[in-house]
Structure formats: C-alpha cells, structure tokens
C-alpha cells in the first residue's frame, strides 16, 4: 500500500477556513467509509479528529469537519485559530486488516 | 481513563533488534472491541502503521514490515510488546502505541511516543 497523498502545507488567517485533501486509490479511501484523521503537535500524543469519514469524537471542536468524495478525503477547520496549527494526518482502512496513513500536512496560522 | 505509555531501549545497533512495551493503565487490555497496534514515525515524515494485536493473540502486520515484526500481547501485565528484527538506520522512528476502536482505523488513545535510534 502507498501512503495517501495530502499537500505538504496548508496555511490560513485566524478566522478563516482551510481543507486539507487526503487523496487514496479505490482500494482505500474510495471502497471504505473508514477514513480517520489525527492532529499532531510536537512534543504531544497525536490527538483523535474524526472517524468514519465525518464523526467527530466526544470532546472535539465542531469547527473541524470531514468528508469524502470518491477517492479523496477532506478535513476542514472553519474558524482558524492559533491553537490549530499543527500536522494532520489521515488514515484509512485499506483491506485485509491494513492500514494506511496519509503523507501529513503542515498546517500554519498566519 | 484509559492510557498508554511505551517504554524500552532509545538506542539499538543496526542489525539488532529493537523491542519495545506499552502499558496500558485505567483499563483492561482485555475488552473486546479494541485492538492494539503500533505506529511509528519516520524523521521528517509521515506515520506508518506497523501493526496490531487483539488481546486474544490475532496478529495482523503492514506487509511492508511482516518479515520482520512480530507484537504479542501479556494479559496478565496489560501490557503489548513490538519486536523489530535487523533493524537499520531506516528504522530511526518516533514509536508510537494506540489503541483502535473495532479495527476500523480509530485510533482514539495514544502514548506520547518514543524515539528510537538505530546507530551503526
């Protein structure tokens, strides 16, 4: 399994909305609803986001959505702000008990 | 509150083995639904998921590692261990233990990592 392609880095104003892509094959992200996402900052456990493609764990901001369509995942943050700046990686079930994580994507607040 | 916490070796030499144990504290490793797995990060890149073990011994691996690794699970201790044979420099990682929900790649718990050198 290759890894899942997002963009190295994804910069906003605070305030503003930004999508991090998450770009899999129909063998990964495209055949299965079973896409995560984690929020990594240095130093610090990785952080929970999202599973099943949109559900969002107890205790985590609303301002953090996801979606998929077809074989790309999307993780948007609406409302930047200074606390959200940190790499974000995807994950998805790939088949035959296989996980594969996406590239990450550095996230900078302006 | 369910937590894990690695511990082992920061530095193996190449062609060694590295080992490593998570703890699971707050909880039993036991509970049926949740399977451990381990996941590492290489040196400015990305994760990768190594592996994982269901408290019962059912293994499952990357197949990009499965030659080399091998997990097993201590009910007694709450405890899962990684073993990694003839390591190389490429194997230099941030270790991370996790815990997944069903198995369908939730990890909702996470230790905080540690760092593995393999020297030569």
């Known amino acids: 399994q290759s890894a899942l392609t997002q963009p190295a880095s994804v910069s906003g104003s605070p305030g503003q909305s930004i999508t991090i892509s998450c770009t899999g094959t129909s063998s990964d992200v495209g055949r299965y609803n079973l896409v995560s996402w984690y929020q990594l900052h240095s130093g610090k456990a990785p952080k929970f986001m999202i599973y099943e493609g949109s559900q969002r764990p107890s205790g985590v901001s609303d301002r953090f959505s996801a979606s998929k369509s077809g074989n790309t995942a999307s993780l948007t943050i609406s409302g930047l702000q200074a606390e959200d700046e940190a790499d974000y990686y995807c994950c998805s079930y790939a088949g035959n008990n296989v996980y594969v994580f996406g590239t990450g994507t550095k996230v900078t607040v302006l | 509150q369910v937590q894990l916490q690695e511990s082992g070796p920061g530095l193996v030499k190449a062609s060694q083995t590295l080992s490593l144990t998570c703890t699971v504290s707050g909880g039993s490793i036991s509970t049926g639904g949740y399977y451990w797995s381990w996941i590492r990060q290489l040196p400015g890149k990305g994760l990768e998921w190594i592996g994982y073990i269901y408290f019962t011994g059912s293994t499952y691996y990357n197949p990009s590692l499965k030659s080399r690794v091998s997990i097993s699970v201590d009910t007694s201790y709450n405890q899962f261990s990684l073993r990694l044979n003839s390591v190389t420099a490429a194997d230099t990682a941030v270790y991370y233990c996790?815990?997944?929900?069903?198995?369908?790649?939730?990890?909702?718990?996470w230790g905080q990592g540690t760092m593995v050198t393999v020297s030569s």
């Open positions: 996790a815990r997944d929900v069903d198995a369908d790649a939730a990890f909702d718990i």
